[in-house]
């Protein structure tokens, strides 16, 4: 009998361990569950809005009961927005730019609206699953948008759509902080003064005319991107807002705004690829502004 209860007792304190090991499993805290709206959702989503627009017909859209949309900056319902009516060809052309912590997407896009080239900035924010903010803006011409080469942007640029190593890529804030550091540069008329960190054979893209880098003619000095001249004295203080980061591509998002000539303003998209610390593309959307109208959207992502 005394030897039954020992076998007894030595059972059951074996059996301890594997009870407190089950419980200590029981506790562990469940995997981070994954974004309602992950990179290709996001990507997903700006091809959907695009031929929601396509086909004139946005009833379809995975829209939040609060959303905004914003088309040239002036707020309207969503079935106003002329792109409903007058989209009707999307070419080649499209880069995206993609943040996933924040839940934005958007890309610059050569489209055709009744049949005339246009240059399309479209954003969009996701929540959940449903789409809270829908951001657009046309240039259909040279008048609009101080230049207008659309034989320029026939195909995404290599250099923009580069994948990285992941040792090559900033961090979120570092792609913000150097980013930022081109308007500074803007302002004191020289990205040497700011010393913005470019590559050596960093060139820049505004509205698919090449504006500096290798091979530019647009201006004596543009074949430099650092030492350029930046003669432009009506520019004055420039607005920013920074509006995204791929971190995956290594791409910062800003909206720039600045005084030109005429009592106007310039509202440049600008997407800086950035990567091994230094800026190797700029590519540029823009389009001229009444003074005062501004984005209408914050100036955080």
């Given at each position: 009998m005394n030897r039954v209860r020992t076998a007894l007792l030595a059972c059951s304190l074996l059996a301890v361990p594997a009870l407190g090991s089950?419980?200590?499993k029981s506790k562990a805290p469940p995997p981070a569950p994954a974004p309602a709206c992950d990179r290709e959702c996001l990507h997903g989503m700006v091809s959907t809005v695009l031929f929601a627009f396509l086909k004139h017909d946005t009833s379809g859209l995975p829209v939040a009961d609060q959303l905004r949309v914003t088309e040239d900056s002036i707020?309207?319902?969503?079935?106003?927005?002329g792109l409903t009516r007058s989209l009707t060809r999307l070419r080649g052309y499209r880069q995206d730019i993609i943040d996933e912590h924040a839940g934005i997407a958007g890309a610059h896009v050569m489209i055709e609206e009744s049949g005339a080239p246009t240059l399309l900035v479209v954003r969009l924010k996701v929540v959940g699953d449903k789409i809270s903010e829908l951001e657009t803006v046309a240039t259909h011409s040279k008048a609009e948008g101080q230049i207008f080469?659309?034989?320029?942007?026939?195909?995404?640029?290599?250099?923009?759509?580069?994948?990285?190593?992941?040792?090559?890529?900033?961090?979120?804030?570092?792609a913000i902080r150097i980013a930022l550091l081109y308007p500074a540069g803007l302002e004191a008329g020289s990205f040497v003064k700011s010393d913005t960190p470019f590559a050596a054979d960093a060139f820049r893209l505004e509205n698919g005319n090449l504006m500096a880098g290798p091979g530019c003619t647009f201006a004596d000095g543009c074949q430099n991107i650092k030492t350029q001249p930046l003669n432009n004295p009506n520019r004055g203080k420039v607005d920013v807002r920074v509006v995204g980061v791929d971190e995956r591509l290594g791409i910062a998002w800003l909206r720039m705004e600045w005084g030109t000539r005429g009592?106007?303003?310039?509202?440049?998209?600008?997407?800086?690829?950035?990567y091994d610390g230094q800026i190797h593309v700029v590519e540029a959307f823009m389009k001229t502004i009444p003074p005062g109208l501004g984005s209408g959207w914050s100036d955080k992502p």
């Amino acid at each position: 009998m005394n030897r039954v209860r020992t076998a007894l007792l030595a059972c059951s304190l074996l059996a301890v361990p594997a009870l407190g090991s089950a419980a200590t499993k029981s506790k562990a805290p469940p995997p981070a569950p994954a974004p309602a709206c992950d990179r290709e959702c996001l990507h997903g989503m700006v091809s959907t809005v695009l031929f929601a627009f396509l086909k004139h017909d946005t009833s379809g859209l995975p829209v939040a009961d609060q959303l905004r949309v914003t088309e040239d900056s002036i707020e309207k319902p969503l079935d106003k927005v002329g792109l409903t009516r007058s989209l009707t060809r999307l070419r080649g052309y499209r880069q995206d730019i993609i943040d996933e912590h924040a839940g934005i997407a958007g890309a610059h896009v050569m489209i055709e609206e009744s049949g005339a080239p246009t240059l399309l900035v479209v954003r969009l924010k996701v929540v959940g699953d449903k789409i809270s903010e829908l951001e657009t803006v046309a240039t259909h011409s040279k008048a609009e948008g101080q230049i207008f080469n659309i034989d320029g942007l026939d195909h995404p640029s290599e250099g923009m759509g580069r994948v990285l190593r992941l040792d090559q890529l900033p961090t979120r804030e570092e792609a913000i902080r150097i980013a930022l550091l081109y308007p500074a540069g803007l302002e004191a008329g020289s990205f040497v003064k700011s010393d913005t960190p470019f590559a050596a054979d960093a060139f820049r893209l505004e509205n698919g005319n090449l504006m500096a880098g290798p091979g530019c003619t647009f201006a004596d000095g543009c074949q430099n991107i650092k030492t350029q001249p930046l003669n432009n004295p009506n520019r004055g203080k420039v607005d920013v807002r920074v509006v995204g980061v791929d971190e995956r591509l290594g791409i910062a998002w800003l909206r720039m705004e600045w005084g030109t000539r005429g009592n106007q303003k310039l509202a440049v998209w600008e997407a800086f690829k950035i990567y091994d610390g230094q800026i190797h593309v700029v590519e540029a959307f823009m389009k001229t502004i009444p003074p005062g109208l501004g984005s209408g959207w914050s100036d955080k992502p």
